[in-house]
């Protein structure tokens, strides 16, 4: 019985065994997250290779094979780089588009297409991208896919040969050439070429000559099979070492505009000039001026070539109102003041007659600057005088290209303006009654008001701050005034500290405008100790600021005032 007792209960502990884990295994299975992201289906689809200027069709899908909603999605389809899209009718400046779906249920899909004109070079890959933003059912995760596409450009309708020349020394003559066919099976209509020249590429023909300004031509129609050539000339200065680019846009009539359609660009290195030409202003090529300076320039001249450069000239202009040109002392240069400049040349200056290899020289002139800012000047730019100076041969080498070898320098020196701060006290002051005594008097208030003015012929001033502090005895009344819009007088106890913080001093004020004013009232009670003195009102007061242009900066202290300096009544504040 015992036996059988036990196997019966042996029997039900096993059947139990196998139910729990058959319980578990369903938990297990069911109760798990109803969620993947392998099912929300993010695909892009596009050519992987096209001529350039195709119109290029993607189709983006987005689909839910997953168990749960999708919701608040937000999707975001970047073109590629250059790309030209056109949406009714004009052509889209942002290269990419950002959408919103509120739910896609399981089972659902969306599609999108997208219509965009390929620019570039051949072998160029163009990269199309799709970003998805979303939730899924309860969950509050935001999940993020993305997928992407490439593209190749593997031939061009319209072959663009560009030539620049490898290395050219500054100053010297350069030729761009243009050479384009159309290869497509058709005409061509509407096309403009328009070039970006380098900085530094001083414009002087082209052949044909440009449809309008001088970098564009226009080609009403490309015959199959037909081409054409651009030739462009003109002079580039610039760094050794420097890598100068050129580039050419071909643009397409669409939709009435015309749109970048291919495009092709080729760089030529500044090499070891031939000729050098540097300028010093006080011997130095970062000086800070003042008015009234002197300023004393050193134009340095070299031949880096292997030839001997002859009959050489050399020019510098002077732009500047600010230079004082009746002090102006050439060294034997002649100027010429229908247009602002000095020369030299061999009557002159020996060596450029005939400047050999490795030769150096340097020639000298002075100037002074003006006084004073006029009201003609400030205001109106910051303030700065420049010289350019250009050295320069008609007679070529032979060997070198060009009609010309030439080197240019500019030299800016910036001005610093100091404004003008006035310190004036009056006992009878119009904006505050008057109180009190005067001459002062042992043992009796008396009060004064004390006014801060300030000009600004010049630049821009920075962090601009007037202080000044009250002697002992000299009462702070916190009456004050100031120019409307501009910051209070404030008064700091803990050191008798007078302190207006202006911030920016704008150039023109008080030359094309009001000046800024500040005025504080203060107050004494003269001692008996103090009878028969003049009594200091306030010491020690400064404008400190920094010049926003040059960066120098600015202290202007002032002498301190007394009862004696009042500017309605003055000399009467001997104490009584």
Do not use: C
Not at 39 to 53: F, H, M
Not at 157 to 165: D, G, I, K, R
Not at 488 to 505: A, H, K, Q, R, Y
Request: proline share 6%; glycine share 8%.
């Amino acid at each position: 019985m015992s036996i059988l007792y036990n196997k019966g209960l042996l029997k039900w502990l096993v059947l139990l065994a196998l139910l729990l884990l058959i319980v578990s295994f369903v938990s297990f299975w069911f109760g798990r997250p109803s969620f993947s992201e392998a099912g929300v289906v993010l695909k892009l689809d596009g050519p992987s290779q096209v001529s350039v200027g195709d119109e290029v069709t993607y189709k983006l899908t987005i689909g839910n094979d997953s168990r749960v909603d999708l919701n608040e999605i937000r999707i975001k389809f970047s073109y590629p780089d250059d790309s030209v899209v056109i949406k009714d009718g004009s052509v889209v400046s942002d290269l990419s588009q950002k959408f919103e779906i509120d739910k896609l249920s399981p089972g659902q899909k969306n599609e999108m297409e997208f219509k965009a004109f390929l620019v570039g070079d051949r072998g160029n890959i163009k990269t199309t991208k799709a970003e998805l933003n979303f939730k899924a059912g309860d969950l509050r995760t935001q999940f993020e896919k993305e997928t992407s596409i490439s593209t190749t450009i593997t031939s061009l309708p319209v072959s663009l040969t560009l030539v620049a020349p490898p290395n050219a020394a500054p100053g010297q003559a350069v030729n761009y050439i243009l050479d384009y066919r159309n290869e497509s099976g058709s005409d061509i209509a509407d096309l403009l070429f328009e070039f970006d020249y380098p900085d530094g590429f001083a414009f002087q023909k082209g052949i044909p000559s440009p449809s309008r300004g001088n970098s564009s031509w226009t080609v009403p129609v490309l015959k199959k099979n037909a081409g054409g050539r651009i030739n462009i000339q003109g002079a580039l200065t610039g760094r050794e070492g420097e890598a100068k680019k050129i580039s050419v846009v071909l643009k397409r009539k669409i939709a009435d505009r015309y749109v970048n359609y291919e495009k092709a660009e080729v760089a030529t290195d500044v090499a070891n000039p031939l000729l050098g030409v540097d300028m010093l202003v006080n011997d130095s090529t970062a000086y800070s001026a003042f008015p009234g300076d002197d300023l004393n320039y050193t134009v340095k001249y070299s031949n880096a070539s292997n030839f001997n450069l002859i009959g050489l000239n050399l020019v510098v202009k002077l732009d500047g109102q600010m230079y004082d040109l009746s002090s102006l002392d050439t060294k034997g240069g002649y100027y010429d003041s229908s247009n602002g400049t000095i020369l030299w040349n061999a009557s002159t200056v020996p060596d450029f007659a005939n400047l050999p290899t490795n030769k150096k020289g340097e020639v000298l002139f002075r100037i002074k600057l003006k006084n004073e800012v006029f009201s003609g000047i400030s205001g109106s730019n910051n303030l700065f005088v420049q010289t350019t100076a250009t050295l320069s041969t008609p007679n070529v080498p032979s060997g070198v290209g060009g009609d010309e070898i030439s080197a240019q320098n500019s030299l800016t020196t910036k001005i610093t303006t100091q404004p003008t701060f006035r310190q004036l006290i009056y006992h009878n002051d119009p904006a505050f009654s008057s109180s009190g005594p005067l001459p002062p008097e042992v043992g009796k208030d008396t009060s004064f008001t004390i006014h801060w003015q300030l000009t600004n012929p010049g630049n821009d001033m920075n962090s601009v701050r007037l202080t000044g502090v009250l002697p002992p005895g000299v009462t702070w009344e916190n009456a004050t005034g100031v120019t409307v819009g501009q910051p209070e007088v404030t008064f700091n106890p803990d050191t008798s500290e007078v302190v207006w913080n202006l911030g920016v001093l704008p150039r023109g004020i008080g030359v094309v405008g009001d000046k800024y004013e500040a005025s504080f009232r203060v107050r004494i009670k003269p001692s008996s100790n103090q009878k028969g003195t003049v009594i200091t009102l306030i010491k020690n007061s400064k404008l400190t600021a920094t010049d926003s242009f040059t960066k120098q900066n600015i202290i202007l202290p002032l002498g301190d005032m007394t009862t004696d300096d009042l500017t309605d009544r003055p000399s009467e504040g001997t104490v009584k």
